[in-house]
């Protein structure tokens, strides 16, 4: 519930910002009409951004990647025993 109070203070704090520049005309209103896109566009950037780093960041575990192996290898090895075909090793 803290999260979506977080979130809903922000849209509004933007949104105040936002048609504050619109009624103080400090940026010609051609630009401002165009911050939300731009908004939404940066939004969309940042979210790719923290995927990219949380990819970069992924971490590796030899240790289950060995165990599974192993598991993938039983599971073959028992599906061969029951005649289930299970491709090519």
């Given at each position: 519930?803290?999260?979506?109070?977080?979130?809903?203070?922000?849209?509004?704090?933007?949104?105040?910002?936002?048609?504050?520049?619109l009624?103080?005309?400090?940026?010609?209103?051609?630009?401002t009409?165009?911050?939300?896109?731009?908004?939404?566009?940066?939004?969309?950037?940042?979210?790719?951004?923290?995927v990219?780093?949380?990819?970069?960041?992924?971490?590796t575990?030899?240790?289950?990647?060995?165990?599974?192996?192993k598991?993938?290898?039983?599971?073959?090895?028992?599906?061969?025993?029951?005649r289930?075909?299970?491709?090519?090793?």
């Amino acid at each position: 519930m803290k999260h979506v109070l977080k979130i809903l203070t922000l849209l509004v704090a933007i949104s105040a910002f936002w048609i504050g520049l619109l009624q103080a005309s400090i940026v010609p209103r051609s630009h401002t009409w165009l911050l939300p896109i731009y908004f939404i566009v940066s939004l969309g950037c940042y979210g790719l951004l923290m995927v990219g780093v949380g990819l970069m960041r992924f971490p590796t575990c030899p240790q289950e990647a060995l165990l599974l192996q192993k598991d993938i290898a039983e599971a073959k090895v028992f599906l061969k025993q029951n005649r289930v075909d299970v491709g090519s090793d």
